[in-house]
């Protein structure tokens, strides 16, 4: 493409426009970049992607659909300071996110098909910027609770919560999509109204 000088905008009064995402490219891990401090916003792309994601796996009861929208593990393993955080990803926090998912399709019933997404509530003001020695961390992020998922089914409109988010690189990401502590290893939907 041969782009003339008179077609580049002038330097003199640019137009606002958002910020960029500090997020890398997908075809990038971003766990195995650091980490920064970033909000993260709820009309960013990337995330509202996810929670379309999360929405499908739990309509198809297919938990591997929402995996992206899951906390990286990479960044999981840079921020926990847990003996084997790997293990603990991996048989606690994957495990329970796919039993949540589940959890959530059983609400849904024989018409989950037919469940339509109305929304995401996103309270931003509430997060809080969780520093090393706090949930047993050697690094920091956000941390966020009150996301709220809203749908409708047969007319009557619905809602559960998404427990906890976290941040990494000015992305949220779920990670407990219910409690995160539990009695027995069960999905459980997370203040269903």
């Known amino acids: 493409m041969n782009i003339g000088l008179s077609s580049i ?6 137009s606002p426009s958002p910020s960029p995402s500090p997020s ?3 075809s990038v891990d971003p766990g195995t970049l650091p980490q920064t401090h970033v909000l993260p916003r709820p009309d960013d792309p990337m ?3 996810g929670v379309q994601d999360l929405w499908q796996a739990i309509v198809q009861d297919n938990p591997s659909i929402a995996l992206p929208f899951f906390f990286p593990k990479s960044a999981y393993l840079q921020v926990k300071a847990i003996s084997n955080a790997s293990a603990d990803y991996q048989n606690r926090l994957i495990d329970w996110y796919d039993l949540d998912i589940h959890a959530a399709h059983k609400l849904l019933g024989s018409h989950a098909s037919a469940a339509q997404f109305v929304k995401v509530s996103v309270p931003t003001s509430q997060a809080v910027w969780i520093k090393p020695g706090v949930e047993y961390n050697k690094g920091s992020y956000y941390r966020l609770y009150g996301t709220r998922l809203t749908y409708q089914i047969n007319g009557v409109t619905k809602s559960f919560g998404i427990f906890s988010l976290i941040s990494w690189r000015g992305e949220w990401y779920c990670v ?5 502590v539990r009695s027995s290893n069960v999905g459980i939907v997370y203040n269903a109204q």
């Open 24 to 26: 890398p490219s997908p």
């Open 47 to 49: 995330f509202q992607a």
């Open 9 to 14: 905008p002038s330097p003199v009064a640019p």
């Open 176 to 180: 407990h999509l219910g409690p995160s």
